[in-house]
């Protein structure tokens, strides 16, 4: 696969991150416009909804852009996700349909400026599942908590596993993060105490984004399972290690995570990404015939960690890693959610588990990459960390390499805030 | 607190669950309509939809009942929720408003017997979280699990333990619920197999539905918590417990639960029950002061769990027990769920976690009634069980009992069809 041509210039770049070959799509809003539906070409957004409403491009018989999500787009399926994206490459391609690029005043309507757009929440999370999917995150969490013999629980090279987690308070890239209170409970008191995380974390993932719903009651198969990814996009599943230490057995995770998670504003197709596919690795155990994969269905994706204290001058990049370490690909994950009959809808989010490479720089968490605290990480700028302080921006970024184009994301972003005080409680009146 | 007298003369009877007191939100479906939002009232059902389009009743500015849910009229906040009640009892008091007892014609349209309608879910579920939170049911696991020495984790007189459940499969009682696939390993296996639940149970809970949202980033108090909640459902928690089993390490149960969960088609707001608010038990560790609640917010609610295989002329009671025994409040429970900063919706649904009572009778699941299948139960036809079977309707039911009233919910009925066979995975094209 090479580049393909845009008449818009920026997208012929080959660092750009959207080029003709991405289209992947977000809501925007200017100084001038309320949150609508666009995709990414260069430098630029074009402007969907408007589009729409100028009768330039239609997909089915009713509006879908009239609304500041892409749910109602997910909705019509395969075939529509197909054609929006052939039009919009006639649209945009060198020498394609001059409905736009032959007309200024359409042009200068559509067109947008990244630079001039804030981004929204690309579409409305219906639930939020996390997986745990990557090995060597596993395998370093398990040795620090368990010892190196017991690093893998039993279950972990058989069953992809995962926790729903909370969608309430799935967030776009630019929201900053409030550092969440919760019981704490040192391992030397005796008893717990209410206050401020003291370890916070991000944890480098990917998602997944259910377009294509399944019937309760009925499992799915792992190719139907990937028909069903409308795409991808960068996920950071903020956690708070001391909460999630105290409150986790038996029942998992769940203040620990349930204040933020992340996302990268723009959608990434799966059409986007096909040129990238690659395989999960070899296997000690066989997986269960349910589980297995028809095809390649993990992506190559180059991934990137960087932290910014506050004040800093630039950041400082922690861990470079890539998706194709995950022992699990997202069609696997959603495979198995459906397994027990679990019904799954669309604008279901699938995050794929910290993902983790073999070595030290690789390591998806502050929490892998300072050893639990007893390695702090030293900073570009002198500073050290082992979790994050207050101000720190945490920046996520990733791409696929093709041919001479990369195929990118946009930055998943957060900034810590200081904690808030614990309400009091009123005497009942 | 007495009887309120109704002019519909079945809600005056002292062991109708729909008197005056009570008026519980649904949502049904005749012959003849759509489903549409109603209130139970002795046998019979009001049609709010209707007597909103005559201009009857009217709730806020714009019509709230045009839709078969509640989450619209939840969202008007607590003032709204107090007019309609005040309004309602108005309209259906002996001597109150005539405005339908005085319109033979309009009676007949409004009114519909419960016999000829059909229930649906009274209101969309934005997230659903399930708590742990009854001491008995959890000694009682723990005991099976990790001897009696070790059987409550050391947060669990600290925290309401819970997790983060599945929303797409919350279902309306009447619903039947397909016996999940899953991975399993029994323990004399060396490797799991994927195949059909063999150990399926109830969970006999409490649900309590969040009427108001909180803010991302902000904890709530329990008393905020509490006015935070529109009202309650008997809710059973369907378990595969060897799927369970299985999976539940690290990060708590996730299959075993997400293929259904059932609640009685009643919503009983938190204004009917306040006659019947009692404390939670004495604690032998004071509770963190963010999670004190300054008044009783349990409930005396007496609830039931009945067996009825395929063709038993009839079923047999299992369980009797309390809400009153659980150790943690739903307002606690909610409170903890907001205290990281996690933001809590309207149409979150609160589950209380299995209520067990002190004795075998007690138990509020298979699990704990034949010990973990070691000591199976007999039922009224002689057939024994241990978890369920194909076929099997499990029937929960309870009510607060007043002053020569009952306050109830609707029974939460579920029967088990059988497993689907897994679908096979095709060659990718």
Redesign the interface.
């Known amino acids: 696969m090479q580049l393909k041509k845009s008449w818009v210039t920026s997208a012929n770049s080959p660092e750009t991150h959207f080029p003709l070959n991405n289209l992947p799509y977000g809501v925007f809003s200017t100084d001038e416009n309320e949150p609508r539906c666009g995709v990414a070409i260069g430098d630029m957004i074009l402007d969907l909804t408007l589009l729409e409403e100028e009768g330039v491009l239609s997909v089915g018989d009713e509006p879908v852009f009239d609304l500041p999500f892409w749910n109602e787009f997910m909705e019509l399926g395969a075939e529509a996700w197909l054609d929006l994206r052939t039009r919009l490459v006639d649209l945009l391609a060198e020498g394609g349909d001059s409905a736009i690029s032959g007309n200024e005043a359409l042009k200068s309507r559509v067109l947008v400026a990244q630079s001039d757009a804030q981004m929204h929440m690309p579409f409305v999370v ?2 939020f599942t996390d997986f ?1 999917a990557g090995r060597h995150h596993a395998t370093n969490i398990g040795t620090m908590f368990r010892g190196a013999e017991n690093a893998l ?1 039993p ?1 972990w090279l ?2 992809p ?9 799935v ?1 776009v890239s630019g929201t900053d993060i ?1 550092r ?4 704490l ?1 040192p391992p030397n008191a005796d ?4 206050g401020a995380c003291k370890r916070l974390d991000v944890e480098l993932e990917m998602g997944a984004i259910v377009g294509t719903g399944s019937t ?9 399972a990937d028909e069903m990814i409308f795409g991808y996009v960068i996920l950071n599943d903020w956690s ?1 290690r001391d ?1 999630q230490a ?11 995570k ?3 998670t992340s996302i990268s504003p723009w959608i990434v197709t799966r059409a986007a990404l096909e040129p990238f596919r690659t395989s999960t690795p070899p296997r000690e ?1 066989d997986l ?3 589980l ?1 994969e ?2 390649p269905m993990l992506y190559d994706i180059a991934l990137e960690f960087a932290l910014q204290p506050d004040g800093a001058d630039k950041a400082t990049v922690l861990t470079r890693t890539n998706y194709r370490e995950m022992y699990y690909s997202a069609a696997q994950q959603l495979c ?2 459906a ?7 669309v604008g ?1 989010l699938i995050g794929s588990g910290t993902i983790s490479g073999p070595e030290k720089h690789e390591r998806g968490s502050l929490l892998e990459l300072s050893w639990g605290g007893k390695e702090p990480i030293v900073l570009d700028t002198g500073e050290t960390r082992s979790f994050l302080e207050d101000g720190d921006t945490a920046t996520l970024s990733g791409f696929a390499q093709g041919n001479g184009y990369r195929i990118g994301f946009g930055d998943c972003v957060g900034t810590i ?1 200081p904690a ?1 005080e ?7 009146t």
């Open positions: 219906t639930e745990y629980p279950n058989h069953i596993i995962g926790y729903n987690g909370r969608a309430s308070t967030v409030r969440p209170l919760g019981q409970k008893l717990p105490h209410f309760m009651g009925q499992p799915i198969t792992v190719a139907q708070a909460i105290w409150e986790y057995q038996p029942l998992g995770p769940f203040q620990a349930a204040f933020g155990f269960l015939p349910y297995r028809p095809g198995h959610h397994s027990s009959g679990c019904e799954m809808n279901d805030l808030v614990a309400p009091r409680d009123l005497p009942r």
